[in-house]
């Protein structure tokens, strides 16, 4: 018998995250628009500064800079999200940490499916962020019932995408064929559906309660809400925007521009409203819209220590206490002013941020240290003698107060609401039918590897 041979689960998450993109800018052209707008400022930054190209170069691949980095979904059921998790399994995306957003008004809590090694990561570090929908903090029982009656009716994946994750759970994988077909079978779960499953009225009901509850419940499935292209200058996106003839969001998300980019910048254009099409009394359909999906862009810096994160969230709560961003950009010029002059606090400095324990590092010899004898338990005096050199590690996940910008920009400024606090981890992962991984700890088991590995030659060369 001939050998079934696997598609890599990198390869089919790359394969599905071309397909997402090709579908979501023919679905939505202003996403085309930004895209096109990211590549060409990508693009000029490169050719502006050779010493990025090169390092661009060395470290990621060139083609694919201004390919997306992340979309993001919002479930309705525990039944959708363990599903979803098994799903994003066979592309090798793992739900990386836990984001609590009722804090900011949002009634939902998420986590990332991301590939989680190095390698992974370099093929394609394609993510999804993924919500669940908390009906258990919706205040009106009635609607909260008929909301759940809704969802327990609706079926997200097709039958095949379900029969296909069986098999590659069962098999330990997909062969071409196979990967081919999830691939356009899962597709299917992330498209648009204008005809909503609800009548004029229960959307109204629903997107009185939240608006974000009404996007969740009233259609066949969870469409892509937003991509996430990567791009080498926010500001300038940002500032082009309109020139585009797209209408950013009124503030960067995110730390101030710095010269040593920690955690993640982000914006978007605003959401469009869009035809939709409602049940009607006697089964015909009834004219409406719909306000929910956006482009994004995204721009990456150092992964923090929760010493470090614990610095910029006090710095970020300091500049929210002197300037909140109003959604009308009214005031965007002072909110940004106070970031930047708050967050002078922070070092800018790669060598003071490691030195302070606010980030993480890869460490790895340089090439006198391959080279020579080099001796020594501390890495400190190894760093001191030249023979060791350190990196600082990408931040690959999200931002809570971010997300809930990002949120609520895209749903209008009267959906700024306020629940009781109740972050729940424990129910999270239960419906999620595993645990999701700590990002801290992931990143520190990296920067502990890359000492160890450092350390390990020096012991060698002291034998
Ligand atoms: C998700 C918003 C969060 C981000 O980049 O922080 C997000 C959503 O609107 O569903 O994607
Ligand atoms: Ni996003």
């Known amino acids: 018998m001939k050998e079934r041979i696997h598609t890599s689960a990198d390869d089919i998450r790359s394969a599905f995250s071309a397909s997402m993109s090709a579908m979501y800018r023919d679905e939505v052209p202003a996403y085309g628009t930004l895209m096109a707008l990211v590549a060409r400022v990508n693009e000029e930054t490169l050719a502006a500064d050779p010493h990025l190209q090169a390092r661009l170069e060395a470290t990621d691949s060139l083609e694919r800079i201004s390919e997306e980095r992340h979309g993001a979904i919002r479930l309705g059921t525990p039944a959708e999200l363990s599903m979803m998790r098994r799903v994003f399994d066979v592309m090798g995306m793992y739900p990386v940490g836990y984001y609590d957003l009722s804090t900011a008004g949002v009634p939902v809590h998420s986590t990332a499916f991301r590939p989680v090694g190095d390698a992974a990561l370099k093929r394609n570090p394609f993510r999804v962020f993924t919500s669940l929908l908390r009906l258990d903090l919706i205040a009106d029982e009635a609607l909260r019932a008929q909301a759940s009656e809704v969802l327990a009716g609706r079926r997200i994946f097709t039958d095949r995408a379900v029969e296909l994750v069986e098999k590659a759970e069962k098999d330990g994988g997909l062969d071409a064929v196979d990967a081919e077909a999830f691939v356009g079978e899962v597709l299917e779960t992330f498209r648009w559906h204008d005809r909503a499953i609800v009548s004029a009225d229960l959307y109204k009901r629903l ?257």
């Not at 996430?228 to 503030?251: E, F, H, N, S």
């Not at 206490?321 to 790669?350: H, K």
């Not at 590995?453 to 034998?463: E, Q, S």
């Open 207 to 463: 997107h009185d309660a939240h608006r974000l509850i009404a996007d969740v419940v009233s259609f066949k499935g969870p469409h892509i809400n937003h991509l996430t292209p990567r791009t080498l200058d926010i500001d300038k996106v940002q500032a082009r925007m309109p020139g585009a003839g797209i209408a950013p969001k009124a503030v960067v998300e995110g730390p101030p521009t710095r010269k040593c980019p920690i955690l993640l910048r982000q914006t978007s254009f605003k959401a469009l409203e869009e035809p939709v099409s409602f049940i009607g009394e006697g089964g015909e359909w009834k004219a409406g819209s719909h306000t929910a999906r956006f482009g994004e862009i995204e721009q990456r810096g150092i992964a923090l220590t929760p010493k470090g994160r614990a610095l910029y969230d006090k710095l970020l709560n300091d500049t929210r206490a002197i300037a909140r961003p109003a959604a009308d950009g009214s005031n965007a010029a002072e909110y940004e002013a106070a970031l930047a002059s708050v967050f002078e606090a922070f070092p800018d400095d790669w060598n003071e941020i490691r030195k302070a324990g606010l980030g993480y590092f890869t460490y790895s010899l340089t090439e006198k240290g391959r080279a020579g004898r080099i001796a020594g338990d501390d890495i400190e005096a190894l760093i001191a003698a030249g023979h060791v050199q350190f990196d600082p590690i990408v931040y690959e996940d999200f931002l809570p107060v971010s997300a809930a910008g990002i949120f609520q920009s895209n749903l209008g400024d009267e959906a700024a609401q306020e629940f009781v606090a109740s972050p729940n981890q424990v129910m999270f992962e239960r419906d999620l039918g595993a645990g999701v991984l700590d990002e801290f700890a992931h990143y520190a088991g990296i920067e502990k590897a890359s000492i160890e590995v450092c350390l390990g030659a020096a012991g060698m060369a002291d034998a």
